[in-house]
């Protein structure tokens, strides 16, 4: 039997480097699943606060800041966070420079034909801010014989130019938003318009002024993907609901914004499938969230 021992000891080696390829397969396999392993790439507008701003000691901070480096922490990954104009993040989305975008970016019909949809994380309403002791708003009529400052160029200015003539007020337009908020507490406006996050971080940082009505738009931002990364959708929006499940992202939405999310909010609300509802990209399959 000896002459035969050198071809069994090739079968064992045969068998072994066999189960040690299997093993390496099923980790492969295991990794992937997970997103990878090297750091998530992505980018902001660093000048959008309260979401992305740059710190005074270097760095960045602010909403959407804290909620990448939680979902990259769930991730199992390490996350690259750029500050750069918004205009350049969905092209350097499709370059394959970024991973996604990191960056508020609201799911419209338009924006789901070029790129793959996370459920929602916001809600894009928009709110008026008045002087703080003032008539709160309570109905759109309330506007009538008013003064509306809007920051240019915005959708605000926008929503504002298609309303002003069937609710009876005037709007003002200024360079920024800082300057429209400054404007209502001077008297020189009655309200401003802008995002709700945007005004409720006003509010909070100014005490002279206070949020009041909503708009709801019925819309929503969420993470943006390549229409060809499904998988790194998917894995995100585990996260995300995650995230949602377990309250974090709501304390983050308190932190930045100053208030408690309503129970129907998109911060707290987890979606049934992947994506945005009503959406191209989106996964109706219900999904339990795997949460570690």
């Known amino acids: 039997m000896f002459p035969f021992q050198p ?3 090739k079968l064992s080696m045969s068998c072994s480097m066999l189960a040690a390829a299997a093993v390496m397969s099923l980790a492969a396999g295991a990794a992937t699943a997970q997103g ?43 996350i690259e966070i750029e500050g750069t104009e918004f205009s350049g993040l969905v092209p350097g989305l499709n370059a394959k420079k970024y991973d996604f975008v990191l960056a508020p970016v609201t799911a419209t019909p338009e924006r789901a034909k070029a790129m793959l949809f996370t459920e929602g994380y916001l809600d894009t309403d928009y709110t008026f801010v008045i002087k703080k002791g003032g008539t709160p708003i309570k109905a759109l009529e309330e506007l009538k ?59 909070k940082q100014n005490p002279a002024v206070q949020t009041t009505y909503t708009v709801k738009t019925g819309l929503v931002w969420a993470l943006a993907f390549r229409l060809d990364d499904k998988a790194g959708r998917d894995a995100a929006g585990n996260a995300l609901k995650c995230m949602k499940q377990d309250g974090t992202l709501g304390k983050i939405a308190q932190k930045w914004f100053g208030y408690t999310p309503a129970p129907d909010a998109a911060v707290v609300k987890v979606g049934v499938g992947q994506g945005v509802p009503g959406l191209e990209g989106y996964d109706p399959t219900p999904v339990t969230p795997k949460c570690s």
């Open 7 to 9: 071809k069994l000891s």
């Open 36 to 78: 990878g392993s090297g750091p998530l790439r992505t980018g902001v507008d660093a000048t959008f606060a309260p979401h992305a701003m740059v710190k005074l000691g270097g760095g960045l901070q602010g909403f959407n800041i804290d909620l990448g480096e939680e979902l990259a922490r769930r991730m199992g990954r390490k």
């Open 145 to 203: 014989g008013k003064t509306v400052s809007v920051n240019k160029g915005s959708a605000y200015e926008m929503w504002a130019h298609d309303n002003a003539a069937k609710y009876g007020f005037k709007y003002d337009v200024y360079g920024n938003n800082a300057d429209a908020v400054q404007a209502v507490q001077s008297g020189r406006a009655d309200a401003n318009l802008a995002g709700s996050t945007v005004a409720a971080w006003a509010a």
